[in-house]
């Protein structure tokens, strides 16, 4: 496991405030999902809890340390994650926690490291115990909590986080890293992921055949669109099926489509018409999203990714009524055609 190039910054920046014996007690890794916060926060954790730590602040990887980690089952390391895949974090994961910041740590002046992930799905009750091991800060513990939804957080728990920024890596950057970890069609890929390298690399390479439909749902997606247009399929049946695929997913696809909808329009109403295309997050599907470019109205389409942008928030929430926010959307989509306004 390496760090990966996009997060250099990131890394350098904790390192130095180790160094200087500022390292904050809890500290919040934030950015969108499937980019790599998690590796980064266990390679970090790892320079934290290796006895030999070298100058980079990366595990020496050979230490007593290291080998206990590596075999999972070092005393100072505790990661804490939901039961179940997407259910809460429950209370009591959080309050045992009390009892392991107080002891001291194993080996002597080292590091005891808490992992967090995802922290948004903590309920109200874990984050308020958790609230109470943030007010209470004990030496040399530090609590890495990582979130794609930091907004999900209680304000408390945000305020008393020292926060790290993660952004998604370039087109290009994200491309050669693919490359580099021999997938092949890495555009496509990264199409499919809407720019997050790891779950791309993911995709490519599971055998699962849930993640194998992903690519056949991404191929089929803008099928679909049209068809809602040409008024050959209907909102509320298409809701449904993303419902029982995966919404956020879904909603994802759609906004990166219309962004690339909006360049080309742009494009086409700009006096420099002649110009090459502008960047693309889809290139796949160029050829399409210009047919589409040509029929939707404009200053309806900037209203419509407002609009989208509002309801992939709201699918990060929890307690939303889902067919009822993409039925919206679908309903919305269909009128979004310039003759029809
Ligand atoms: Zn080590």
Known sequence: MNLLPWQTEQWKQLVDRRRQGKLPHAILLSGSAGIGKHQFAELFAA????????????ACGQCRSCLLLQAGNHPDMVRIEPEEVGKAIKVDQIRNLSSFTVLSAHVDGGYKVVLIDPAENMNKASANSLLKTLEEPAKNTVLLLVTSSPQRLLPTI???????????????????????QQVSQPEQWLEIASGAPLTALQLSNSAEKEDKDIAKHYQTGLDTLEALLAQQQDPLSVATAWQKTNSLRAVGWLTNWVIDIIRLASLSTSANSAQKPPYMTCPSQLSRLKGLATQLDLDGLHGYLERLYETSRL????????????????IRWTALPKNRL
Do not use: M, Y
């Not at 290796?50 to 100058?55: A, E, G, L, R, V």
């Not at 990060?316 to 679908?330: A, C, F, R, S, Y």
């Open 315 to 330: 699918l990060g929430t929890t307690q939303v009524n889902e067919q009822l926010l993409l039925e919206e959307i679908l």
């Open 158 to 180: 945000r305020s008393r986080c020292q926060r790290i920024d993660f952004i998604t890596p370039d087109h290009s950057s994200a491309s050669a890293w693919l490359q580099a």
């Open 47 to 58: 320079g934290l809890i290796c006895n030999k730590s070298n100058d980079d602040g990366s």
